[in-house]
C-alpha cells in the first residue's frame, strides 16, 4: 500500500532553513500524481505549502513563495522540502502528501513536528 | 484566495445521532472540487470524500457528501465512538488549495 514517511531535524533555530524529505512507498513517484507539503500548526489548521511532479514542475502557496523551495529525488523515491529564515510562526506538524492527479490528498504520512526555537 | 468557512466550530453529539457539517467557499468551487477529511488526535488527516460526494475507498457508507457551487455539507448518518474528531474541507478548484478551519464533532 502507499506509505510516505517524513524525516529531518526536529527543531531549527530562527533565521535558520528548515529542511525535510518524504520517501514514498507503494506507489512510483513517477506516477501521474504531485506530491505535497502541507503543515499544521499545534492545535491550529491546515496549510498547503506546496506541491510537485516528477519532471520537477512546482506550485507554491503564494503566502510562502518566496522561501520555499520543493524539489524530487527520483532515484530514491524522495522528495524534500527547505523552507528558510524561519521563524517561531513555522513551528508545526508537517506532513508530506500524495495529490491524486493533483487534486485532493489521497495519503499522507504520519507528520513530523518542527520546532524553530534558539 | 478562495476562503472556506465550516460550521459549527463544535458540534456535541451523541453516538447514534445524525451529524451535519457545513463549508461554505466565498466563491464558487467549480466543479464540486470539493474533498473532505477526519483528523483524530496526533494522527494524520484521513480522506474521505472527493468531488463533493464520492466516498474514498474504505470508507463507511454512514458518510456522505453533498453540495455545489459556494455550499456543502457533509453528514455522518448515525455517530459511530470512531468518527468523533476534526473533520475539514478542502478544495481544489483554484489554487492555492485551502482548507475550512475545521469542526469538532465531540461526544455529549
Known amino acids: 500500500q502507499v506509505q510516505l514517511q517524513e524525516s529531518g531535524p526536529g527543531l531549527v533555530k530562527p533565521s535558520g532553513t528548515l529542511s525535510l524529505t518524504c520517501s514514498v512507498s507503494g506507489v512510483s513517484i513517477s506516477s501521474s500524481n504531485w506530491w505535497s507539503w502541507v503543515r499544521q500548526p499545534p492545535g491550529e489548521g491546515l496549510e498547503w505549502i506546496g506541491q510537485i511532479y516528477h519532471n520537477g514542475t512546482t506550485t507554491y502557496n503564494p503566502s510562502l513563495k518566496s522561501r520555499v523551495t520543493i524539489s524530487v529525488d527520483k532515484s530514491n523515491s524522495q522528495f524534500s522540502m527547505k523552507l528558510n529564515s524561519v521563524t517561531a510562526a513555522d513551528t508545526a506538524v508537517y506532513y508530506c502528501?500524495?495529490?491524486?492527479?493533483?487534486?485532493?490528498?489521497?495519503?499522507w504520512g504520519q507528520g513530523a513536528l518542527v520546532t524553530v526555537s534558539s | 484566495d478562495i476562503v472556506l468557512t465550516q460550521s459549527p466550530g463544535t458540534l456535541s453529539l451523541s453516538p447514534g445521532e445524525r451529524a451535519t457539517l457545513s463549508c461554505r467557499a466565498s466563491?464558487?468551487?467549480?466543479?464540486?472540487?470539493l474533498a473532505w477529511y477526519q483528523q483524530k488526535p496526533g494522527q494524520a488527516p484521513r480522506l474521505l470524500i472527493f468531488g463533493a460526494s464520492s466516498r474514498a475507498t474504505g470508507i463507511p457508507d454512514r458518510f456522505s457528501g453533498s453540495g455545489s457551487g459556494t455550499d456543502f455539507t457533509l453528514t455522518i448518518s448515525r455517530l459511530e465512538p470512531e468518527d468523533f474528531a476534526v473533520y475539514y474541507c478542502q478544495q481544489y478548484s483554484s489554487s492555492p488549495k485551502t482548507f475550512g478551519q475545521g469542526t469538532k464533532v465531540e461526544i455529549k
Open positions: 466563491q464558487s468551487v467549480s466543479s464540486s472540487l
Open positions: 502528501a500524495m495529490l491524486w492527479f493533483g487534486e485532493f490528498f489521497a495519503y
